[in-house]
């Protein structure tokens, strides 16, 4: 049997012995509850293009317009068979950008004043356009105003903004607008960007960042900003990295998970609001298999298909068992995962800046802050339980939501 998770100092009551078929069940019985959407949150069922929602002044959603969408619309001429991984970047919506990953090049679209979309120009794309320079790609990330990609021979590229050193080029404020190889590490892995900070995962499992460092988002013992990659201090054996805004995850060998950096709403898990210049334990967890952070709040997957939270709750993004939704409801940010039974049984889920997306059997669920229509449900109107805004059949097997801003993506 897989590991399970500890329990006893759990917020909420657990709940085990929950099938996928009875969360089925009692989302459905939310949803009959739940206002009726649009007509138009249904009415890409079987299109086979990538999905996007929500803001869209940057170009972000990829339709060529720079019009916010309430429900799916198509992101111009990207197919979702085509389509490797996506990553949403931006510190809000009015920055916000994307890259797709399709056959080991990458296309990019939305915000473009630092360089971000790798194009070698700054201006806006509301389409998605190939980057150049790249090729064999098999990892990319897209952070706040900046981005990195990663070749199949270990080597990181960046572009972007350059304000905090987080283009890892031993300079500071400027941006560049082409990729550019990030020197200083041995053969990397995996890939993440935070709103002003970049992380590498070493194939021998060791950790570096670089970039900004006032909220200790370094991982080094220090708040000073470092333009040129440095290994996060005592972190070994690590299979996966993820960064919020100002924080970041590192999922352990063992299958317990590690944090830094910002901590104003719990984000880093320790039971604490301080931010930590060193790596800290996030209570409680085990066996778990999946970790993906927000801007401001993070959810992790177990082995045994469980889905925990903590974090920035103030619209609902832990999907707690409140029946009502005012704007005016104060809610609690939870300083130690939480389990989100709805959740059990997903197959994929993304954090954006106040809201999630996950993907259970090929339906989406979004739920949180809706106030550009990152929900998708046809409304603007926040919700504190999940939404679903496609029929089954649609084939959708991942969801990505932008870092700070308000936009959704299903591909």
Known sequence: MPPRLLRSPSPIPARRGWTLAAVTTAMAAALAAAPATTPGAFANEGNPTVLSWGAGRTGQLGNGT??????????????????????????SSADSFALARTDKTVKSWGHNSSGQLGNGGNTNQTVPTTVPRLNNIKDVAAGGKHALALDTSGQVYSWGDNTYGQLGNNRTGDSRTIPDRVQGMPKVKQISAGCDFSLALLENGKVYAWGRGIHGQLGNGSRATSSVPRQVTGLENIVEIDAGCHHALALTADDTVKSWGYNLYGQLGNSSTKSETLP????????VSDIEAGAFHNYAKTSDSHVFGWGNNQYGQLLEGDETFDSNISRTNRTAPVEIPRLEGVQHLAAGARHGVAVTADDVFTWGHNGEGQLGNGTTVARYDSVKILKEGSAIKNVVASLGGNTTYAY
């Open 280 to 287: 800290v334990d996030v209570d409680w967890l085990e066996g």
């Open 66 to 91: 720079l019009a916010d969408s309430l429900s799916p619309s198509s992101v111009t001429s990207l197919f979702r068979g085509d389509v490797d991984q996506m990553s949403a970047g931006g510190t």
